[in-house]
């Protein structure tokens, strides 16, 4: 079983940064894939970044290749979501989550945090 807690949400001017934490407690952190999904009001929820065990290999959307980067630290079973040139559009409830297999379905993870608010203001 894993918990995770999200941090680091907030409201932003378009062109500002924020970085986002997801804290893991339970055992076995290093073995999951992480991810960062969003939902925003309306909308269905998508995907945002991933990374693997080890952090060597990473996959963003497209909206957002190029302004955020996902890294993790298994010492302190946290991952993070860098997020740079933040637009309007970026604004949404970001979810961490954790699971066995690569991919970009929310289905492929079984562990999720509670969500935090991300709000870019223009």
């Known amino acids: 079983q894993v918990q995770l807690v999200e941090s680091g949400g907030g409201l932003v001017q378009a062109g500002g940064s924020l970085r986002l934490s997801c804290k893991a407690s339970?055992?076995?952190?290093?073995?999951?894939?992480m991810a960062w999904f969003r939902q925003a009001p309306g909308k269905e929820r998508e995907f945002v970044a991933s990374?693997?065990?080890?952090?060597?290999?990473?996959d963003y959307a497209d909206s957002v290749n190029g302004r955020f980067t996902i890294s993790r630290d298994n010492a302190k079973n946290t991952v993070y979501l860098q997020m740079n040139s933040l637009k309007p559009e970026d604004t949404a409830v970001y979810y961490c989550?954790?699971?066995?297999?690569?991919?970009?379905?929310?289905?492929?993870?079984?562990?999720w945090g509670q969500g935090t608010q991300v709000t870019v203001s223009s």
């Open positions: 989550a954790a699971g066995p297999q690569w991919g970009k379905s929310e289905y492929l993870y079984d562990y």
């Open positions: 339970g055992r076995s952190f290093s073995r999951y894939i």
């Open positions: 990374i693997n065990w080890m952090g060597q290999v990473t």
